[in-house]
């Protein structure tokens, strides 16, 4: 089955730098992407995704970027502000015959140190 | 809309108690799952149905039963709890396929004791 890394397990960035986080995938079969950002104490809410046959994608302060040769896809986050300190989860799954689980990276804490 | 709905928040259980996590959907959602979240580990998948009457295995399925006999409930059964099940124990659905944004229940934090 799918297999999904994810790297670094912890980072700290200065407010106003960016933050990369960065996952690679096992199953070349995989072609939807997804973030996730878990608060403290919350449930984890989807803040971008990206499907295999797009590059690159942008919302505001956040972009993910996928490579299907290398079977890697990155989260991006720039200017970086205190409320961004979370946990941060990549995942993958697979679409066929419309039942793919979500399989998803180990998470990474980002703090944002003001 | 609620979305996803899961009680109890919290539960704590004696090592071999049963018991009946619930989650609800009002979102006509076709595919509902259970991971736990455990510290370094992420969020492992348990059992997972893509409809009524249809469900399947996850990453970590042993010790745990599910059943889906309504498009809106899939209630997650600890047989015999064990201290290594404790956990957050979260709900997702989404619309068929993973490729659509699932939408996560608060969780429940549950401690065997």
């Known amino acids: 089955g799918e297999n999904v890394e994810q790297h670094p397990s912890t980072l700290s960035v200065q407010e106003g730098d960016s933050a990369v986080i960065k996952c690679t995938y096992s199953?070349?079969?995989?072609?939807?992407f997804p973030w996730y950002k878990q608060e403290l104490g919350k449930r984890p809410q989807l803040i971008i995704d990206?499907?295999?046959?797009?590059g690159e994608k942008k919302d505001q302060r956040i972009a993910v970027t996928l490579n299907k040769t290398a079977k890697h896809f990155s989260l991006h986050i720039t200017e970086t502000q205190p409320e961004d300190s979370a946990v941060y989860f990549c995942?993958?799954?697979?679409?066929?015959?419309?039942?793919?689980?979500?399989?998803f990276g180990k998470g990474t804490r980002l703090s944002v140190i003001a | 809309n609620a979305g996803v709905t899961q009680t109890p928040k919290f539960q704590v259980l004696k090592t071999g108690q049963s018991m009946t996590l619930q989650c609800a959907q009002d979102?006509?959602?076709?595919?509902m799952s259970w991971y736990r979240q455990d510290p370094g580990m992420g969020l492992r998948l348990i059992h997972y149905?893509?409809?009524?009457?249809?469900?399947d295995q996850g990453e970590v399925p042993n010790g745990y039963n599910v059943s889906r006999s309504t498009t809106e409930d899939f209630p997650l059964r600890l047989l015999s709890a064990a201290p290594s099940q404790t956990s957050v124990y979260f709900c997702?659905?989404?619309?068929?396929?993973?490729?659509?944004?699932?939408?996560f229940g608060q969780g429940t934090r549950l401690t065997v004791v």
């Open positions: 997702a659905s989404s619309h068929l396929g993973g490729n659509t944004e699932a939408f």
């Open positions: 199953d070349s079969a995989s072609n939807y």
């Open positions: 990206i499907r295999s046959n797009v």
């Open positions: 995942a993958a799954s697979m679409v066929y015959s419309g039942n793919t689980p979500l399989v």
């Open positions: 979102m006509n959602h076709e595919y």
């Open positions: 149905s893509v409809g009524a009457g249809i469900t």
